[in-house]
């Protein structure tokens, strides 16, 4: 206030002064207004008048600039998340599998020697080769594309291809893919041109192809092993840029990825993907609704209702187990085999589960395959007096236990499945419990401690004398029935007849010398009506003699961020190049 008192006094004295120099100043500028220079011409240096001034331009007044709205720069950056942790992200590693959980050993970083094409279902070839024509019964001649590298920059060429086949055609190699191409070898015929030799006739090789993989030939020789697991080395439309075991995998596009015409080749929408892993169907919808992550396989039926977007999509897996028919002493018989069939009430437990979303299906491969028929993919009945009955006549001793080996997480509601089933067997008399092995690594020990281990030793492939050779020393034990979601890519009936019932797969419990070469006289016949036939009839055979216990084939519920446009892939697949952002 002290401030206002002292200055009041100057100001106030001043007032009246401005007022009156203000209008003194107003009223001169009214006396000598001077015309516009537009309606009077200015005299010449002569006094005569000068010509007229050219006229202005007349402009609309400046509107002022408005200002771009701001918008969100592209997002490069995605987070996608499965139940499971990969036990490795290297091509060719023992923790490679053919699961979804697998991706950054499979799609994202590899292009493959052959395709089924998303949109069509159609054999196609990706970016590593342009064509291929059948040579003999047994042989394929392909052209390798020019200018495909490795994320390393190593040429991919003839001698790569030839490594891939080699390897992958051997049954005891960890990431072989045997399973789907059958035993094979690479001949370079030029730089550019391989041929793919098959031990036996394999007139359907490009459409089981689609997991033939590469690896940089000079990268695989000098990597360590634990560089080997940390990273795949291929050509596809992602390169690894960071595993962490336990956390995270991470991936970044490839800038040297060769686009193809085909929807699955196209080049890489976003720029970063990291991989996260969480068991529980819940939680991982909940990143879907938070934002935290992007993509989510599995998240089931309950959650579809929850997260921004779903999309459902077959699978080609069915749900089973597989019984060790080789080496447990009661699983050997096929009453008992068949008695554990019919005490399961398969869709009752289906539809209390997953509230008649899913049907029961009887057969080791979907529906669509080569072989599968409506009678070899019939459910069994439930009946528990007939199941009791079979275990009578078979001699069924409870002494011996039938136990079930499961990874929680596999499937959604898999647990659930499983601890039922015993439930099932135990009311019928059978000795039974779940053996639930939270370790991904040596829950695939156990699956994949069959036959094909036997393959590099000497007299095997002649004798194909397995059951006598007993368990592998990887497992040494009877694995008695272990759950899978077993899948068939290719849709014939020669994936499982290879997988599940050849003596060269690490996975079968199921081999002999006559299904082994019931199985190859199939797998050698052209498509057409007389392989359907052989492939039933393989069928057939796993049906009767009951080797699986099947519960449904898969259905897939994937989750999507709000703003992600995703297709799945008529097999459970993750090809991140095809998804983007709206």
């Known amino acids: 206030m002290r401030d206002w008192r002292i200055r009041i006094p100057r100001i106030m004295p001043l007032i009246p002064l401005l007022a009156l120099l203000i209008l003194a100043v107003a009223c001169g500028a009214a006396a000598t207004a001077v015309p516009p220079a537009a309606t009077q011409a200015p005299a010449s240096a002569a006094g005569a008048p000068a010509a007229p001034a050219a006229q202005p331009t007349v402009t609309a007044a400046p509107k002022p600039t408005a200002v771009p709205p701001k918008t969100a720069p592209a997002r490069n950056k995605a987070i996608v998340v499965t139940e499971a942790e990969p036990a490795s992200v290297g091509a060719w590693t023992q923790g490679c599998s053919a699961e979804i959980h697998s991706l950054g050993c499979q799609e994202l970083t590899q292009d493959y020697m052959g395709w089924i094409d998303t949109k069509t279902t159609q054999t196609v070839l990706m970016s590593g080769f342009e064509s291929y024509e059948q040579k003999a019964p047994n042989r394929w001649r392909y052209k390798i594309r020019p200018g495909v590298k490795f994320h390393n920059g190593e040429p991919f060429n003839a001698e790569a291809a030839k490594l891939s086949l080699d390897w992958n055609g051997l049954g005891s190699n960890p990431g072989n893919r045997v399973n789907y191409t059958g035993v094979t070898t690479g001949e370079v015929v030029d730089d550019l041109t391989v041929d793919v030799v098959c031990k036996l006739a394999c007139p359907i090789f490009p459409r089981t192809a689609i997991f033939n993989q ?160 409506p009678e070899n993919s019939k459910p069994r009945t439930y009946d528990p007096a007939l199941a009791k009955k079979l275990l009578a006549e078979a001699g069924y001793d409870p002494k011996n236990e039938i136990n079930i080996y499961s990874r929680p997480g596999s499937n959604i509601r898999g647990l659930e499945i499983l601890e039922s089933t015993v439930t099932y067997w135990r009311a019928v008399g059978v000795t039974s419990k779940l053996n639930a092995i939270g370790d991904l690594g040596k829950a695939r020990e156990i699956q994949q401690a069959g036959c094909g281990n036997y393959a590099k030793e000497a007299g095997y492939t002649e004798k194909w004398d397995c059951q006598e050779r007993g368990p592998h020393s990887q497992f040494p034990a009877t694995s008695h029935a272990y759950e899978i979601a077993t899948s068939d890519e290719y849709l014939d009936m020669q994936r499982q007849s290879q997988l599940r019932m050849g003596c060269l797969s690490r996975s079968t419990r199921v081999c002999t010398p006559a299904i082994q070469k019931q199985i190859d006289a199939a797998a050698a016949v052209p498509p057409g009506a007389e392989r359907t036939k052989l492939m039933t009839e393989v069928a057939d055979l796993a049906y009767n003699e009951v080797f699986f216990i099947p519960f449904f084939a898969v259905q897939m519920v994937y989750g999507l961020g709000k703003d992600v446009d995703w297709e799945p892939m008529y097999s459970p697949r993750f090809r991140g190049s095809t998804m983007k952002f709206k």
């Open 214 to 373: 590469f690896v940089a030939p000079k990268w695989w020789a000098s990597a360590t092993p634990e560089q080997k697991n940390a990273t795949s080395m291929g050509f596809g439309p992602y390169k690894n840029a960071g595993y962490r075991p336990g956390v995270d995998s991470q991936f970044e596009a490839y800038d040297g990825y060769v686009v193809t015409p085909i929807y699955d080749g196209q080049k890489a929408n976003i720029r970063f993907i990291t991989h996260v892993y969480r068991a529980e169907a819940s939680v991982r919808a909940a990143m879907l609704i938070s934002g935290e992550a992007d993509w989510a396989a599995d998240i089931g039926f309950e959650e579809k209702k929850r997260v921004p977007q779903t999309k459902q999509s077959t699978t080609t897996e069915v749900y089973l187990l597989v019984l060790d028919t080789l080496w447990h002493p009661e699983l050997k018989k096929q009453k008992v085999r068949l008695a554990l069939a019919h005490a399961i009430d398969c869709q009752g437990l289906l539809d209390g589960l997953f509230k008649g979303a899913m049907k029961c299906h009887g057969a080791v491969a979907p529906p669509g395959s080569v072989g599968i028929t």
